[in-house]
């Protein structure tokens, strides 16, 4: 069984000792891809104060940039959006920002309907409101 680890030269670095993503077989997965910008502490979408906080958010914003560092990474490791299976979605807050998610969510996998959990949690380990989770198919 094929068995390699991934990382994208786009995707920002990990936080943590991991890969971006892991190939067994014909399937990917990656790890948690949050919105931050490769080579910076820039986070799209969010307002930080001097110690770090968050002051203010734009859900879009932030979706926007997950999606594309989710695409740098299947891209990069051979697969595509449209080979997208199983996504899981970690929201900080969940009433405020699930109906602005959602539309994005659909206008991004208008083509590709994979299977989709979304829950909330408390907090993620940089000021970020999301977090994907992604397995995908790869030939």
């Avoid at 067994?24 to 931050?36: D, E, H, I, K, Y």
Wanted: hydrophobic share 40%; aromatic share 8%.
């Amino acid at each position: 069984m094929n068995d390699e680890q991934i990382n994208s030269s786009r995707a920002p670095e990990p936080v943590g000792l991991y890969p971006h993503a892991r190939r067994v077989g014909n399937l990917l997965f990656l790890s948690g891809v949050g919105p931050r910008e490769r080579g910076t502490k820039i986070i799209p979408g969010v307002e930080l104060d001097d110690a770090g906080r968050i002051i203010s958010y734009d859900i879009e914003t932030q979706c926007r940039s997950v999606f594309q560092n989710v695409r740098y990474i299947l891209e990069d490791a051979g697969s595509s959006w449209t080979n997208i299976v199983d996504v899981t979605v970690f929201l900080t807050n969940m009433e405020a920002d699930f109906a602005a998610y959602n539309k994005m969510y659909a206008e991004y996998f208008a083509d590709n309907r994979p299977c989709r959990t979304t829950v909330e949690i408390s907090s993620l380990p940089t000021p970020i409101a999301i977090e994907l989770k992604v397995i995908a198919t790869i030939d």
